[in-house]
């Protein structure tokens, strides 16, 4: 392992433990310094990058969990060796902070170390045991064993907003990985240096362990035609996708519409709903306010946990609220977004938000280029009701204030929500009448709910849950954070009357 201090991208596809480029390029958009091209993917290189995952799959998934863990923990070292180049292209290319980068980088290393336990501990593979029955009457029973298995390659799709730690070696293909399955990436064009830096580490750490080759693969961006070619390539089993709601459900459709329909794990987005209860509201309205305003303004809103819309009772102290969150907003001055793409689209939400009438601005800025400034708005609950549009997601700093005429309609509108990320109530123990009536319901809504607290920031432990009902993921049973991630690419076998000799190896 060599530390690596300086990187300069040479645009290539790792197809299989190759390099590869392809006739045409794109450049990269980067928010500072120079930009640089890259080989366009193209339905060619997936058909190889899938052909190269299935061929690996014969080995890595029947290898020991110890030695898929020793692969995990090899790719988190050459990803550190890489830190310095990371950090650099990264801001680069998405204008995020260094400590934003650094701090992913880390948290991307915490995923593979964090499924590198998981597995050694064997919790993942659930094994259950039914001792035969000989002597049974009428009938005699056999023996059974069920285990946990990988499904087979798995494609992965590259997020925008996080270019480490939902990307190239991100949570689905740490997950994956873990779960004994092949991955084939399409990065994202908005880093895609930061993913062949990435890619450079995985192959790295091929190499150190003697891992088949064909078990990663990263295809870089290119027209729409490779993702869809990737999803219904027959030899990948399941999808994990980070996106936008009308992208990942283009590709959920290809992937039910398959001649072998497989499962399509979608994080597609979320308004993440805060519910401010009376007695929470009166005592601490400005200080719930403030920190609003920085949890909605962290790294100019894209975080897909972002808390877009705040639901109180009307009166007194909501005006106190919201004012104390209009003060903190006018102290955050424009931030760059990820890509141009990001930016016209929040430009394009607020448009929306300006153009109804039932919508009243409270802090209102204008937001040019790449750059965008936070805002403001509130409505009544019955307006918010009567106009879906107002709870879809605008990807930025951008928050809507809806205030209720009494718990009754706050409830009313609770059960009126969409699925979620996450939820949150502001609550004091005086409160708790209403919160035990909310609760039921905002469970029924979101994979988190919280209690005084923001939901920016998603610990990557056991328990947690990142995921909800549609649209905010296409799959309510799965998570893509935490180790319960990994069960989306596995599947229950049993063996009935197995010989040992015959077993799985983490049946022995």
């Known amino acids: 392992m060599t530390k690596q201090d300086s990187f300069t991208p040479h645009g290539k596809h790792l197809i299989g433990g190759d390099w590869v480029a392809s ?51 090899t790719i988190a070292e050459e990803i550190e060796a890489r830190a310095e180049a990371i950090t ?66 798995v494609a992965v799709f590259g997020a925008s907003n996080f270019p480490l730690a939902f990307s190239t070696a991100g949570g689905d293909t740490a997950a994956a990985l873990a ?57 990948i089993k399941a999808v994990g996708f980070t996106g936008s709601l009308a992208g990942g459900r283009a590709l959920f459709d290809l992937c039910a519409a398959r001649p072998e329909p497989i499962p399509f794990f979608g994080e597609l987005g979320s308004v993440n ?5 009376p007695e929470a ?42 004012e104390a969150t209009r003060e903190a907003l006018a102290k955050v001055g424009p931030q760059v977004m990820l890509t141009q793409g990001i930016a016209r689209a929040y430009r394009e939400g607020q448009a ?24 403001l708005y509130q409505t009544t609950a019955g307006q918010f009701l009567e106009d879906h549009a107002l709870s879809e997601e605008v990807f930025g700093p951008l928050g809507l204030v809806v205030r209720t005429a009494s718990v009754d309609e706050m409830l009313h509108l609770a059960r009126g929500l969409e699925g979620q990320l996450t939820a949150t109530i502001h609550m004091k123990p005086a409160d708790a009448e209403i919160a035990c009536r909310l609760v039921p319901v905002l469970e029924r809504k979101a994979g988190r709910v919280l209690v005084n607290g923001f939901p920016t920031g998603v610990e990557v432990v056991d328990s947690m849950v990142h995921g909800g009902p549609y649209p905010a993921s296409t799959n309510f049973g799965a998570s893509s954070v935490g180790t319960m991630a990994i069960r989306r690419f596995l599947r229950p076998v049993a063996y009935q009357n197995f010989p040992e000799a015959l077993m799985p190896t983490d049946l022995r």
């Not at 290393?109 to 045991?129: C, E, P, S």
């Not at 709903?273 to 209860?277: A, C």
Request: charged share 20%; proline share 7%.
């Open 273 to 277: 709903p805060m519910f401010l209860l």
């Open 179 to 235: 779960a004994g399955c092949p991955v084939v990436v399409k990065g994202h064009s908005a880093h895609p240096g930061t993913g062949e830096i990435v890619a450079e580490a995985i192959h790295a750490a091929i190499a150190r362990t003697g891992t088949h080759p064909g078990v990663f693969s990263l295809v870089q961006g290119g027209d729409r035609k490779v993702g869809e070619a990737l999803v219904q390539h027959p030899l």
């Open 88 to 153: 650099e292209i990264g801001t680069q290319e998405t204008g995020l902070p260094e400590a934003r980068l650094e701090g992913e980088r880390g948290r991307t290393g915490g995923q593979l170390r964090l499924f590198a336990a998981h597995i050694r501990k064997g919790d993942h593979l659930d094994r259950r045991h039914d001792p035969a029955l000989p002597d049974r009457q009428p009938l005699p029973r056999p023996d059974i064993r069920m285990v946990q298995r990988p499904i087979g390659p």
């Open 23 to 73: 006739e045409q390029r794109f450049a990269s958009e980067p928010a500072h310094g120079r930009a640089h091209e890259f080989s366009i993917g193209t339905v060619a290189l997936v058909n190889r990058a899938c052909e190269a995952a299935e061929d690996a799959f014969w080995s890595y998934g029947q290898v020991t969990c110890e030695e898929r863990a020793a692969f995990l923990d």
């Open 352 to 375: 929306r938000m300006q153009a109804r009438n039932n919508v009243t601005p409270i802090h209102e800025t204008r937001s040019e280029g790449r750059s965008a400034s936070p805002n």
């Open 281 to 322: 509201i009166a005592a601490r309205a400005e200080q719930i306010g403030s920190g609003w305003a920085g949890s909605l303004a962290m790294g100019a809103g894209q975080f897909c946990t972002n808390p877009g819309i705040a639901v109180v009772l009307d009166g007194a102290d909501a005006d106190r609220f919201v």
